[in-house]
Each structure stands twice: as C-alpha cells, then as structure tokens.
C-alpha cells in the first residue's frame, strides 16, 4: 500500500475507533474495523490500549486487563519471540485454556511465546497503531473479517491449502468471509465463528401462544407482549447487533446489498417489504429505548427478566445461567427467524487472525494456527460452545455434543447451534465478504435507512435512495483500489 492510501486508512481507522464491528455482544460503544476514508483523528498509540470495559451482565470475560502472558523456555535461544494478541473472550474459561495451552506449545516448540489478551473494542485503534508503526504482534485476531487490511497482511493461501488437505473443506462461511475472488488472497485466518440464534423468554412465548421461528411470529407475539411489559428486544441504533438484526431480515425477505455477483441490488420490492416489516416490529412490539442501544443493551434487557427476545450469541445466556440460574431455565435457543423467502442470519462473530508484513515470524506464526486446529476439540469445549470450528473435521462431533450440556436446563438447550452451518452466512451474502461491505456495516447505512423508516423519519422511497447512493459510492471507491 502507497504512503497516501496507507494513511488515509490508518486516519479513518483512529477516527472512528468507537463505533464499529468490533462491539459484539456488548459491551462499550461500538469500534469499527473497517475501510479507509478522507478523515483526521489522533493517531492511536501501539502501546495505549484500554484494559477496562462497561460493567455488562455479558462482558465478564472483557474486563480483562490487557496484561501480556509471557512463555518462555531455557531452550528458547535464537528461536525468536512469537507475539499473539486477541480479545478477551466473552467466555472467560476459552481464555484460560488458551493460555494454558500457548504455554504447552511455546515449550514444545522451544520459543517464547507473548499472548495479549485486550478489550474487544480496543482492537480497531490498536491494529490501526500496529500498521503505522510496522511493529507490533505477528498474529492479530479481529472479531470480523479485516477486509481492508488485505495489502497489509500476508497471504495465507499455503495455509488453508494446508488444512484442507488435513480436515478437508471448512464450511463455506470461512471462504466467503476471508477470501478475495478478485486478488485471489485468503488474506485471514478464521479458527472459529459464533452463531447468532433467538434467544427468547420460553415462559413468556407459552403465555401468548407465541413461536419465535419466524420473523412474522416474532412481530405477532411482540404485539402481545409489549402491553405486559415484556418487549421484543431487536435494535434500531447504530451498533453492531442492530446491523446484523437488519441484514437478517433483509434476507429473509430476500433482500440484500449485493447480489453474489457483487452487482449492488439494494433498490428492490424485497428491501421494501423488509423495511414496512421492521416498521411494524418497532411500532407495535418494542420501547423506544431500543432508538438508543449500545451493543450490550440486549443482553441488559433480556437478563433484567424484562425481555422477551433478542438476537444474540450464546454467551449472553451463559452469563445469566452463571448470575441468574432460575431466569436461565426460561431462557430458549432458536434458530434466526424465517421470513417469507428464506432463513439467513450472520454469523455474531468472526475469530479472524492475520499475520502483519512486517512480522520477522511468519512461518512460525503460520505453524501456531496450524496446530491450533490441532487442538480444537479442547478449545471448543472449553468455549462451551461458543467457538463453532471453521474446519468442521477438526471437532466432528461437535453438533453432536450441543446436545447435551449437563449443566443447561433443559439439558439439550443448545442442541439447535447445530443446524447453525445451514442458515449462517457472512456480511456480503449473497456475495462474499470485502472491503466495500465492511465499511458499509461500519457506517450503519443499513442501520439508519431502517430506523428513519421505522420512526418515520423518511419514507421508504426516500431511505432506499438515500442508502443505494452511499453504497453507490463506496462500492466505486473500492473498485478502483482494485479490491472488489
């Protein structure tokens, strides 16, 4: 990447640093993770992470201080020291293991092995630090697809050739999320991804005679619900969860930006009809307060015992079957609601590593992913669930597994995470992942062209044109960096 372009990026990155893709499952304000644009801002310092997070019932795992693990061996010399940084899990026992485990491996592969673990939100302005300063850590886990980073890391084509010929094809998700057709570059590497479901008040549905199984029984038991108290619980905001709530419904009405062939198809019947629905949905069964969500508003919502649904990855119930053990038992698990076309929701989070330029440890890097899915029977357990494996070999009998957690009631509460690779698709979809995507996800267009419809602040013609025009435009920034 030239000088200008790299800084153009890196401004953007620091810039908006609070509000993007990265506030998954709650937490602070949303941290983007994505594209360049004409932009000032400080520039983030490589060394001045945040280690604190809001106190949210589902953001036990992200308090963590961003404190490195350091593992080193007397055996260690002239091997070189290999630097890991990632989130901090919002299942706080993935992060022991993996701790654990980095441990075991620095000692079998006689290095030393740095592993920092930093608040979810503190990611964008720290890989943003990294590439200015061309120094930092050699593996650098996102939480969504870092599309615009691709001239920034190495390609990873000799890896995944690698995996394949070991657990063969990882589920279309990983691709389609990571992989550029137009370069040809895998240019991240996704150990594991979280699925999205329905997480609904089973008492509360039983009372209304409600079925969360699709978007239109959601609207009628809301309608029910809402006077008693017990709103639906689907963001209107500019944060995460609302942006994947509205793609989910776009889908099942079978809208979407693009079509697989990149061809923008935003301005359709189908868009329309997705966005009258979500109208009805905002009016008739949720509060206002939803104008005003962060990415952890949800999970606040549903844990208070005031929520009957939300949409959102399963560590929001892990939390309250830890704090809340009696409000658990009437927590269920659902797959993301069909519409009228079809039955599609993104995945809640995307473990995406790259490996920078300028690392000076790219083939060990490389081997620490490859024996990580090695290992991944012991890191999807100790997830309890939460990291589904890209290569699905590598843990084959883990929808075998969801089906019984001793520890849930009932016991087989997560069996439907299971049916997850079947209706899971990447942001893009039908299209692949890219960078014109990421930063439409970023900028909450898609967001704000629901929300001012669902207030009444634009007409659906009006919101429509608005949001094509701003897709327009950053579809065509992107071709002509040659990315899409």
């Not at 106190?55 to 308090?63: E, V």
């Not at 990611?123 to 630090?129: F, G, T, V």
């Not at 995470?417 to 930063?439: F, H, K, Q, R, S």
Request: net charge neutral; proline share 6%; hydrophobic share 40%.
């Amino acid at each position: 990447m030239n000088a200008f372009t790299r800084r153009r990026l890196l401004q953007w990155a620091a810039a908006t640093a609070a509000t993007g893709l990265l506030a998954s499952c709650g937490g602070g304000g949303a941290t983007p993770t994505t594209a360049p644009q004409s932009g000032g801002g400080a520039q983030a310092s490589p060394t001045a992470a945040a280690t604190s997070a809001a106190a949210t019932p589902t953001k036990a795992a992200s308090t963590a201080v961003a404190t490195p693990t350091v593992i080193t061996t007397s055996q260690a010399k002239g091997t070189g020291t290999l630097k890991i940084l990632q989130w901090s899990h919002f299942v706080p026992d993935y992060d022991k293991w993996f701790d654990q485990y980095v441990q075991k491996w620095a000692q079998q592969n006689n290095v030393t092995v740095v592993s920092d673990h930093i608040n979810y939100a503190d990611i964008p302005a720290r890989a943003a630090a990294e590439v200015s300063a061309q120094s930092g850590h050699d593996l650098f886990a996102f939480g969504f697809p870092p599309a615009q980073y691709e001239t920034e890391v190495v390609p990873l084509n000799d890896l995944v050739s690698q995996l394949k010929q070991k657990y063969g094809d990882p589920y279309p998700l990983y691709e389609r999320s990571c992989h550029n057709p137009k370069t040809d570059k895998w240019f991240a590497f996704m150990d594991f991804w979280a699925v999205d479901p329905i997480l609904y008040r089973t008492d509360l549905f039983q009372q209304v005679g409600g079925n969360p199984d699709t978007w239109e029984g959601i609207l009628e038991a809301g309608r029910k619900l809402k006077p008693k108290g017990t709103p639906i619980g689907i963001g209107f905001s500019p944060e995460i969860d609302t942006g994947m709530a509205m793609r989910t419904i776009m889908w099942g009405f079978g809208a979407s930006i693009q079509d697989a062939n990149g061809n923008i198809v935003l301005d359709s019947p189908e868009t329309r009809d997705a966005l009258k629905f979500a109208a009805s949905l905002f009016k008739d069964a949720e509060t206002e307060e939803v104008l005003a969500w962060d990415a952890s508003s949800n999970n606040r919502l549903l844990a208070s015992g005031r929520g009957a649904l939300i949409l959102n990855a399963i560590s929001a119930l892990r939390t309250i079957e830890s704090t809340y053990p009696d409000l658990a038992k009437n927590v269920g698990v659902a797959k993301t609601p069909a519409g009228p076309k079809d039955r599609r929701g993104s995945a809640h989070w995307f473990n995406c590593f790259v490996i920078w330029k300028f690392s000076p440890n790219v083939d060990l890097a490389k081997k620490f992913l490859l024996d990580l899915v090695d290992n991944y029977k012991e890191a999807f357990t100790a997830s309890r669930f939460y990291n589904v494996p890209s290569f699905p070999k590598a843990v084959p009998d883990w929808q075998e597994q969801v089906k019984n957690d001793p520890k849930a009631t009932p016991p087989d509460k997560y069996t439907v995470l299971g049916t997850a690779p079947d209706w899971t698709v990447n942001i893009g979809y039908p299209g692949y992942m890219n960078a014109a995507e990421a930063e439409i996800f970023d900028r909450w267009i898609i967001n704000d062209m629901f929300t001012k419809v669902a207030t009444g602040k634009a007409s659906v013609d009006d919101a429509i044109s608005t949001a094509v025009q701003q897709v327009k435009d950053i579809f065509n920034k992107w071709k002509q960096r040659g990315l899409i």
